[in-house]
């Protein structure tokens, strides 16, 4: 019955006792007769896109359901008895009209995904939440929040964490502690001043957060920056010399070559900080070219090397993609794969670090070797094309490389390394 215009359901659907799946979406409903909560072998309901303001109370007797659908409606409240439905793995509600959730929403033990984006009525969610050890995706984009439950790290199976859009949002140190965290989404928070540290191999997106002025600084095996981050558009992280402290702290990070991750970074930085850190390259060619260098000692071998790109957009332009696909090493195609940044069109330029640990998808480099990267930008969906002077939009304007030996003390007990940063002139 999807699309059908219906603006009532007879209480007599309730007689379907043998119904699993319950499609209504884009009706004109505004309430729900009792009799639906008679349908105790319903497994999915779907009310997406009507106008319905309440639950009957009743809905708890819906034992079997494991899929509820109510986003886009006019939903102000959830009745207590959502609690009941022990077999409920999707809960959405998107575009409502939220302003709280009852404490029985913590009762619902098979929960695996939660969608409350666009509840822009929220203040704080309630404590019992933290109960859904099942949850994996949350979604709490837009919902004006200032702050998360102090025990939010008891979600133990949490693997999607969306804050987007909350522009009062303080985060807690203890959502470091979420065991199974591989993505968090921050774009658009406002009043966001710091980051705890979080999971080792979580990706971040901290994108438009302008009071943004400190992250983590370490990568180990449990916690740190995270392996993906991007922080770009306008924020505080350039003042406060955010570039220069990461690139100083990150080759000490035992997670270099202890969890063998590519690490994705992207922040902004000032005119200084760039002089400093990228002193002699000063083009936009395609490509990047560099040997690598002997080894300082016959003891030392090389952990990876981190690739540091200036990329920058002007601000009369549309955003680009820009990345690299393929490494050349000795004349031989040795990877490939796109690894791809978006570049805003800002005024500030944008530095993106990507750590590449030795043997990742079987590159190994030596001494010697001729290597070549390539750098595209996407000119449309399907189409790269190598970044040229002659297409100035979107390009790299300088890059370095940094290579990463282990240090001759570690083979005598002591976890200290070296940073050997080798800079190729053009």
């Given amino acids: 019955m999807d699309g059908f215009h219906l603006s009532y359901l007879p209480d007599e659907i309730g007689n379907l006792i043998s119904l699993r799946t319950l499609d209504l979406t884009q009706n004109n409903l505004s309430t729900l007769p009792d009799g639906i909560c008679n349908l105790t ?5 779907r009310l997406e896109e009507n106008n319905v303001s309440n639950l009957p109370s009743g809905i708890g007797r819906l034992t079997s359901l494991e899929g509820l659908f109510l986003s886009r409606n006019s939903l102000c409240t959830l009745p207590d008895t959502i609690g009941k439905l022990s077999c409920l793995k ?4 998107e575009n409502n009209k939220l302003s709280h959730l009852p404490s029985e929403i913590g009762d619902l033990e098979s929960l695996e995904k939660l969608v409350l984006q666009g509840n822009n009525g929220f203040r704080a969610l309630p404590e019992s939440i933290c109960k859904l050890v099942h949850l994996q995706k949350f979604n709490l984009m837009d919902c004006n929040l200032s702050h998360l439950p102090s025990e939010i790290d008891r979600l133990d199976s949490l693997e999607d964490l969306n804050l987007g859009g909350n522009r009062s949002l303080t985060i807690p140190d203890s959502i470091g502690h979420l065991p199974c965290l591989k993505y968090i989404w921050l774009n658009d928070c406002a009043k966001l001043r710091s980051l705890p540290k979080l999971p080792t191999r979580t990706f971040v997106f901290a994108e438009r957060c302008p009071s943004l002025e400190s992250l983590p600084l370490e990568l180990d095996q449990v ?3 995270g392996r993906f981050g991007n922080y770009s558009g306008p924020n505080k992280l350039a003042e406060n010399n955010y570039l220069t402290s990461l690139l100083k702290q990150l080759p000490k990070s035992k997670g270099l070559s202890e969890l063998q991750l590519l690490v994705d970074i992207r922040v902004p930085a000032r005119e200084e900080e760039l002089r400093f850190w990228f002193p002699y390259h000063d083009g936009r060619g395609p490509n990047v070219s560099f040997v690598v260098p002997p080894t300082p000692s016959v003891n ?5 090397w981190i690739l540091r790109l200036v990329v920058w957009a002007p601000t009369s332009y549309q955003a680009k993609v820009v990345f690299f696909e393929d490494v050349i090493c000795n004349k031989i195609r040795c990877w490939g794969g ?3 940044a978006m570049v805003f069109p800002t005024d500030v330029d944008h530095v ?4 590449i640990p030795q043997g990742y998808r079987g590159l190994q480099l030596e001494g010697g070797d001729e290597v070549e990267i390539q750098i595209y930008q996407a000119s449309s969906a399907t189409m790269p094309i190598p970044i040229d002077v ?8 300088k890059w370095a490389i940094d290579l990463i030996y282990e240090a001759d003390e570690i083979h005598k007990g002591n976890d200290t390394w070296c940073q050997v940063v080798y800079n190729i002139q053009l």
């Fill in 352 to 355: 993106w670090l990507i750590y």
């Fill in 390 to 397: 002659t297409h100035p939009n979107t390009y790299v304007k």
């Fill in 338 to 340: 796109a690894f791809e």
């Fill in 300 to 304: 030392q071998k090389i952990l990876g």
């Fill in 90 to 93: 999707y809960l959405l509600v």
């Fill in 41 to 45: 072998c319903l497994k999915r309901l």
């Fill in 223 to 225: 916690e740190g920056i």
